[in-house]
């Protein structure tokens, strides 16, 4: 009798658990068929948490209505998170600035035009006068001559600097013998460009 007394309790025992698991199973159908209908992803762990609550002011949440792991989830929530959680950080507009790089042709320079003509055999002249007189007149630094063409003109151009200031102190030794020794823009050899600290003066100044 008491062995027929202990199977029923276990019968009902376990027809109770039965029941109260179809009916937990049957609620969260019913809620994952709403999900489906509104675009949630039941493949995503999370889709119930993601599809219903992230819209949900902590204020509309009635906790009966969550199941344990969104009361969990609710329960850790606060208004702080949800500040940080939609903070934006501006990136300072300096930082978003491309730095370009300064490019510097070094076979770009200044030199000095002593000389111009449509003759060529008067600018090679002049220009092998200039550079037998340069060689005996100047002291630190010679300044090489170069004959350039450029219809319909020859030009004698001397020099080959990147320093302007020392282009300058070129032409205004050169202007006693030619007078209209002026400075101009042009190509340089930069193998024969001067240190910074050399002096553009004749011999007979020291």
């Known amino acids: 009798m008491l062995l027929v007394n202990t199977y029923q309790k276990l ?17 969260t159908s019913d809620r994952r068929e709403r999900d489906k209908a509104s675009g949630a992803d039941e493949s995503d762990d999370t889709y119930i948490l993601s599809s219903r609550l992230e819209p949900i002011e902590l204020a509309e949440v009635d906790p009966e209505d969550l199941t344990a792991d969104e009361q969990i989830y609710w329960s850790s929530r606060s208004e702080l998170t949800d500040r940080f959680a939609s903070l934006t950080h501006e990136m300072p507009s300096g930082f978003m600035q491309t730095i370009q790089e300064e490019v510097v042709d070094i076979n770009q320079g200044f030199r000095v035009q002593i000389y111009t003509s449509r003759n060529v055999e008067m600018a090679d002249s002049t220009l092998a006068a200039y550079e037998s007189w340069a060689f005996e007149k100047f002291d630190e630094y010679v300044p090489r001559g170069y004959v350039h063409y450029r219809q319909p003109y020859y030009r004698v151009r001397v020099g080959d ?11 205004r030794t050169l202007k006693s013998r030619y007078p209209s020794a002026w400075i101009i823009y042009d190509r340089i050899n930069p193998e024969r460009v001067p240190a910074d600290t050399v002096q553009i003066r004749f011999s007979d100044d020291l």
């Open 11 to 27: 019968l009902t025992t376990l027809l109770a658990l039965l029941l109260l698991g179809a009916c937990a199973t049957t609620g």
């Open 161 to 171: 600097f990147h320093n302007r200031d020392h282009a300058l102190d070129l032409s």
